[in-house]
Structure formats: structure tokens, C-alpha cells
């Protein structure tokens, strides 16, 4: 026997908001990430040199993203 259910945005969204969605959690930066992020977030690095640091970097996208409240 199986059982089959689906969770409601609602619920998905306070299992998000509440971080218990590992799937969606983010990993903090380290303080050296943090500052990469908010000298771009300032326009002081520029895209091209941002997306080297993505590419080794991802997580440093996905939190760009929610700064910019994208998420």
C-alpha cells in the first residue's frame, strides 16, 4: 500500500519560511563571500567578473537573488 499526498502552497510556504525545506535552504557565506555580494549588489564588480565568481561559487547567485527579493 502506498500513500500519496500533496502539500499545499500555503503549507510549502511556511515550511520554507521556517527553513525546513533543506532543498531550499541556503548555506551561509562564508564573511569574504558576504562582502563579494554586497560590493556587486553596490555595482562595484562588474557582471563579467561576477559570473567567474558564480561559476566557481553558485550558492553566491541564488543569495544575489533573494537580496534582490527575486525569490
Keep these: 500500500m502506498s500513500l500519496h499526498f500533496t502539500v ?3 503549507t510549502r ?3 520554507h ?8 535552504a541556503l548555506r551561509p557565506l562564508t ?3 558576504s562582502l563579494l555580494l ?7 564588480i562588474p ?3 561576477w559570473s567567474d565568481y558564480v561559476f566557481e561559487m553558485p550558492e553566491l547567485e541564488k543569495h544575489a537573488q533573494v ?3 527575486l525569490t
Excluded: V
Design 47 to 49: 557582471d563579467s567578473a
Design 17 to 24: 519560511s521556517l527553513g525546513l525545506d533543506h532543498e531550499h
Design 8 to 10: 499545499s502552497g500555503l
Design 67 to 69: 537580496r534582490r527579493g
Design 13 to 15: 510556504n511556511l515550511i
Design 31 to 33: 564573511p569574504e563571500q
Design 38 to 44: 554586497d560590493c556587486y549588489l553596490a555595482g562595484q
